[in-house]
């Protein structure tokens, strides 16, 4: 629900940086194995305790994630094997920091789990329905190389659910149910999209 609009200020009012690593010679590709690698540093952060400073490198990370697909627009460099790599480690550096919380959470173990398990499910329906579509000739709209569908669980949500639980810890479990709610109805939210726009090409 949010990465649409950080896309656009990013690309309107933010692209500095992204300018100048393109002066540098910077290619997409390095910043995005460059966020996943800060990624990783702040799921080994939060999964032995330390979780502001992991909050920070996660933050860092994610705003460096932002560039990279900025980054190829604006240097005529953009791929189908960077959108691949972009979405893949995406999705690992999410579930590696939900991993590293339930470490670092062994009460709220079993939660964090039904999370990973919403990821799959939330990945899972976009991409099939993006796939789909593009069989029918159909856009889902937006410059990304993977297209996807708006959601009430995006990146920038499980950012903001990542921020509260590492500054308020004892506010994990209420927080992760909420969210778990969230992951559920985008899967939801999704499959009535499915739903309508392929049955009803079907129908025809």
Known sequence: MLDEAFRQWLSRGAAGPARALLRLGVSPDQVTLAAFGIAVGGAGAIATGHFRAGLALWLVSRLLDGYDGLLARLGGRTSLFGGYLDICLDMLAYSLMAIAFARAMPADAIL?????????????????????????????????????????????????????????PSWSRWVLVVWIVLLSLTMVQRTGLAWRLLRARSER
Do not use: H
Request: proline share 2%; aromatic share 8%.
């Open 112 to 168: 964090w789990l039904v999370v990973l398990a919403g990821y799959v499910m939330a990945i899972t329906t976009t991409l099939a329905l993006s796939s789909l579509l593009e069989k029918l000739d159909r856009q889902l709209g937006g410059n990304r190389s993977v297209q996807f569908t708006p959601g009430l669980a995006e990146g920038g949500e499980t950012t903001i659910v990542y921020s509260v639980i590492a500054m308020w």
